[in-house]
């Protein structure tokens, strides 16, 4: 992997490790359809004039691609974000975030050696297997809540987070939707579904107490988790998918220090330890 995508990788790790620690904060007994209304709109409200003079400055032409690239990330995204919220209500952070990261790059992984043909070499392909065994490593350490429901939902979310990877990569390479304006008509798409999802709750809490409860945390994923994906959509276009799936995982390293210093959960040392492995694997990846 180049210097700069790594780079780009990085950077967006450290960003999307920032706002999944915000989120844990507001799960427990969060309305999730509600929160994640708010913060889906408040990233609308700060990007779509980004995406808006991105367009217009660099004098892109939009076309069909445009819109069939979108629509299918805002419902892959949608499912994304309620699982994984409901996961962050059953199980502690530290067994749902890295669950949901490893599980991820290893189906990205395999997809993208079986189906689109990508060949990483040979340091390249151990730095992936790394990333997956220290993401393990942390999952196993002991959990406050419901392990099995946190470790199946986290699951869940691998499994959302290889489908919306694997056609992100699809939209920028293959239908070359420039990731500005991927990224920014995704996220727009996503509000009428997620108006419906909204008018659908049996037990629902107002918007306007999400959003007075949970304001801190949804501008943290408002400003972060935009950030974090256009990066990755960059790094997408100059290194293999396989290798920008498992790179980003680095961001379990900072879950695992944010767990560990600040929710104080259980068996640090572990997890710590399969940090260690995940940078190892990181590692192995920039060589290759």
Same mark, same amino acid.
């Not at 990333?131 to 490593?137: D, I, P, R, T």
């Not at 997620?194 to 945390?217: K, Q, Y």
């Not at 100059?238 to 104080?264: Q, T």
């Given at each position: 992997?180049? #210097? #700069?995508?790594?780079?780009?990788?990085? !950077?967006?790790?450290?960003?999307?490790?920032?706002?999944?620690?915000?989120?844990?904060?507001?799960?427990?007994?969060?309305?999730?359809?509600?929160?994640?209304? =708010?913060? %889906?709109?408040?990233? &609308?409200?700060?990007?779509?004039?980004?995406?808006?003079?991105?367009?217009?400055?660099?004098? $892109?032409?939009? #076309?069909?691609?445009?819109?069939?690239?979108?629509?299918?990330? !805002?419902?892959?995204?949608?499912?994304?974000?309620?699982?994984?919220?409901?996961?962050?209500? $059953?199980?502690?952070? +530290?067994?749902?975030?890295?669950?949901?990261?490893? @599980?991820?790059?290893?189906?990205?992984? %395999?997809?993208a050696v079986t189906v689109?043909?990508?060949?990483?070499?040979?340091? $390249?392909?151990?730095?992936?297997?790394?990333?997956?065994?220290?993401?393990?490593?942390?999952?196993?350490?002991? @959990? #406050?809540?419901? &392990?099995?429901?946190?470790? /199946?939902?986290?699951?869940?979310?691998?499994a959302t987070i290889a489908?919306? @990877?694997?056609?992100? +990569?699809?939209?920028?390479?293959?239908?070359?939707?420039?990731?500005?304006?991927?990224?920014?008509?995704?996220?727009?798409?996503?509000?009428?579904?997620?108006?419906? /999802?909204?008018?659908?709750?049996?037990?629902? @809490?107002?918007?306007?107490?999400?959003?007075? *409860?949970?304001?801190? &945390?949804?501008? *943290? =994923?408002?400003?972060?988790?935009?950030?974090?994906?256009?990066? =990755?959509?960059? &790094?997408?276009?100059? /290194?293999p998918v396989a290798l %920008?799936?498992?790179?980003?995982?680095?961001?379990?390293?900072?879950?695992?220090?944010?767990?560990?210093?600040?929710?104080?959960?259980?068996?640090?040392?572990?997890?710590?330890?399969?940090?260690?492995?995940?940078?190892?694997?990181?590692?192995?990846?920039?060589?290759?």
């Amino acid at each position: 992997m180049s #210097t #700069t995508a790594l780079g780009l990788v990085l !950077a967006a790790a450290l960003l999307h490790a920032t706002w999944n620690f915000a989120v844990k904060g507001v799960s427990d007994g969060a309305d999730r359809v509600a929160f994640v209304w =708010v913060y %889906v709109v408040a990233s &609308a409200a700060l990007w779509l004039p980004i995406g808006v003079c991105w367009v217009l400055v660099a004098g $892109e032409r939009p #076309t069909w691609s445009w819109l069939v690239g979108p629509v299918v990330s !805002a419902l892959l995204h949608i499912a994304y974000q309620l699982v994984l919220q409901r996961g962050y209500a $059953e199980g502690d952070l +530290n067994l749902v975030y890295p669950l949901a990261r490893g @599980t991820g790059p290893l189906l990205t992984f %395999v997809v993208a050696v079986t189906v689109l043909g990508q060949h990483p070499a040979p340091a $390249e392909v151990a730095g992936v297997l790394s990333v997956v065994a220290g993401v393990l490593l942390i999952s196993l350490g002991g @959990t #406050t809540g419901d &392990a099995r429901a946190g470790a /199946a939902w986290g699951l869940a979310t691998g499994a959302t987070i290889a489908a919306y @990877t694997l056609w992100d +990569n699809r939209s920028v390479n293959g239908l070359h939707v420039p990731p500005v304006p991927y990224f920014v008509l995704g996220l727009v798409l996503q509000l009428p579904f997620l108006w419906v /999802a909204l008018a659908r709750r049996t037990d629902p @809490t107002p918007v306007r107490e999400v959003w007075t *409860t949970g304001r801190r &945390a949804a501008l *943290t =994923v408002a400003a972060c988790s935009p950030l974090a994906y256009v990066l =990755v959509l960059r &790094a997408m276009q100059l /290194a293999p998918v396989a290798l %920008v799936a498992a790179g980003r995982e680095s961001s379990i390293v900072v879950g695992a220090v944010f767990g560990w210093l600040v929710l104080r959960e259980p068996r640090p040392a572990r997890r710590l330890v399969g940090a260690v492995v995940v940078l190892a694997g990181i590692g192995l990846i920039a060589l290759g």
